[in-house]
C-alpha cells in the first residue's frame, strides 16, 4: 500500500525589513514546527513587498537577510520546499488566469485596499491616492501562490486571515467555471499562537513591530542587544517591594522567548518578583541572558549565510527548482482546463 500523501503547509514571508524576535515567537518556530508534520513550503514574497519597497538594494538586502534568519532559525531546506517567488514565474501565468475569475468587487473590500481608502477619506483626499494597482490586486497574487502549490494549510498573521478566505473563494470561482477539468484544492488560515498564546512585547510595551520601532531585531552583536533590553522602559518599583511579572514587559518577552531548557530560570524569576527583591535592573540582566544564549549560534549562523558564496544560494535555487516543478505541473492542467497550450 502507498504511504498517504502529507498535507501542504504553505506560507509567504514579506521581506520588508530585518527580522525580529516578534516574527521568530509569531511567524518562525510555529511554521518549523508545523514543517515537522505537513510538507511545508515556505517562500519569501518579495514580489509583494515591491508594493512598498521601491529600492532595489534594500529589496535584495531584506529577501537575503530573511531567507538567512529562516536557515539559521533552523528551516531544513532539505525538507521544507524554501524559495523566493520571483524565481516561479508560474506563478505570474497564473495571476492573470486568476485575475480573470475574480471579481473586482472582492478586491473593493480587502481590507489593506480598503484601510487606504478610509485614509485617504479621512484626509480629504481622492480615494484612490497613492495607491498602486499591486496594492490592489496583492490578494489575487496571494492566492496563486497558495493555490498553485496545492496547499491544504496556510499559516499566517491575524491580519492575514482574509486574504487566505479570498484564495479559497477565488479558488471556488475558478473550480465553478473549470471544475469539470480542473479543480484547485480549497486551502484553510491556521493562526499559530505566539509563545504563552500571546502577541510579543516591544521595547515600549505595544506590539513588538517594525512599524512601531519598537523591536529587538534578531541578529543584534551582543553589545548592541544589551544596551537596547536596558532601554526597555520600566516603572521606579524600589528593588524590595514585590512586582507583578505578567504587567511587565520584559518579563513577558523572557517568558515567550526563553527555551525549554530556561524553564526552571524563568520560573525562579517570576517567583523573585513575586516576593521582592529583585529590581527591573537584575531582571533585564536575566533577560539578556538567555536571549544571548537563544540568539548566539543564530547569529553567527546567519552571519556565515550572508557571506558571498555561502550556501544560501544554493539552497535557493535548488528551492526554486523544486517549487517551478511543483508549480509547472499545476499550470499545465490549469492551461489546458481553461483553453490554452
Ligand atoms: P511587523 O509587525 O514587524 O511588520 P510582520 O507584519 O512582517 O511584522 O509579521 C510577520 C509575521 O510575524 C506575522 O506572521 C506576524 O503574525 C508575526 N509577528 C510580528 N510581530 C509579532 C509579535 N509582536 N508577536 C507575535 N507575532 C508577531
Ligand atoms: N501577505 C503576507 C504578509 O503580508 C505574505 C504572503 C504572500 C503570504 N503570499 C502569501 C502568506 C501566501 C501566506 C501565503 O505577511
Known amino acids: 500500500m502507498s504511504q498517504p500523501v502529507a498535507k501542504v503547509s504553505l506560507t509567504g514571508i514579506k521581506p520588508t525589513g530585518e527580522p525580529h524576535l516578534g516574527n521568530l515567537i509569531g511567524a518562525i518556530r510555529p511554521a518549523l514546527r508545523l514543517a515537522e508534520q505537513y510538507d511545508s513550503v515556505y517562500f519569501i514574497a518579495d514580489y509583494h513587498a515591491l508594493t512598498t519597497i521601491r529600492d532595489p538594494k534594500l529589496l535584495r538586502q531584506y529577501s537575503r537577510s530573511v531567507a538567512a534568519a529562516w536557515l539559521a532559525a533552523g528551516l531544513d531546506p532539505q525538507r521544507t520546499t524554501f524559495y523566493v517567488q520571483s524565481d516561479v514565474p508560474e506563478i505570474f501565468e497564473l495571476n492573470w488566469i486568476l485575475s480573470c475569475v475574480t471579481g473586482k468587487g472582492l478586491m473593493n473590500r480587502a481590507h489593506a485596499y480598503k484601510a487606504a481608502r478610509d485614509r485617504n477619506l479621512e484626509a480629504g483626499e481622492d480615494p484612490d491616492a497613492g495607491v498602486n494597482m499591486g496594492l490592489y490586486n496583492y490578494p489575487i497574487l496571494m492566492a ?37 477539468s480542473y479543480s484547485f484544492k480549497i486551502p484553510q488560515a491556521i493562526v ?17 513591530s517594525k512599524s512601531y520601532d519598537n523591536t529587538i531585531p534578531l541578529f543584534l552583536p551582543q553589545n548592541q542587544l544589551k544596551k537596547l533590553v536596558r532601554r ?38 517570576r ?16 533577560l539578556f541572558e538567555v536571549l544571548n544564549t537563544e540568539l548566539a549560534p543564530m547569529r553567527a549562523r546567519y552571519e556565515a549565510l550572508l557571506e558571498p558564496g555561502s550556501e544560501l544560494d544554493e ?22 482546463a481553461i483553453g490554452v497550450g
Open 192 to 208: 499559530p499562537e505566539a509563545g504563552s498564546g500571546q502577541t510579543l512585547p516591544g521595547l515600549d510595551g505595544r506590539k513588538m
Open 315 to 336: 539552497a535557493l535555487a535548488e528551492g526554486a527548482r523544486k517549487a517551478r516543478e511543483r508549480a509547472g505541473r499545476v499550470l499545465s492542467s490549469v492551461r489546458r
Open 144 to 180: 496563486v501562490d497558495i493555490l498553485i502549490m496545492e496547499s491544504d494549510v496556510v499559516p499566517v498573521g491575524r491580519d492575514q486571515v482574509q486574504h487566505v478566505e479570498y484564495a479559497a473563494d477565488i479558488a471556488g470561482s475558478f473550480n465553478h467555471i473549470y471544475g469539470k
Open 271 to 286: 517567583k523573585r518578583l513575586e516576593a521582592g527583591g529583585m529590581g527591573w535592573g537584575e531582571l533585564k540582566n536575566v
Open 232 to 269: 526597555i522602559p520600566t516603572d521606579s518599583t524600589p528593588v524590595e517591594d514585590p512586582k507583578d511579572p505578567d504587567s511587565s514587559a520584559v518579563f513577558q518577552i523572557l517568558e515567550q522567548v526563553a527555551p525549554q531548557s530556561a524553564a526552571d530560570v524563568v520560573a525562579d524569576t
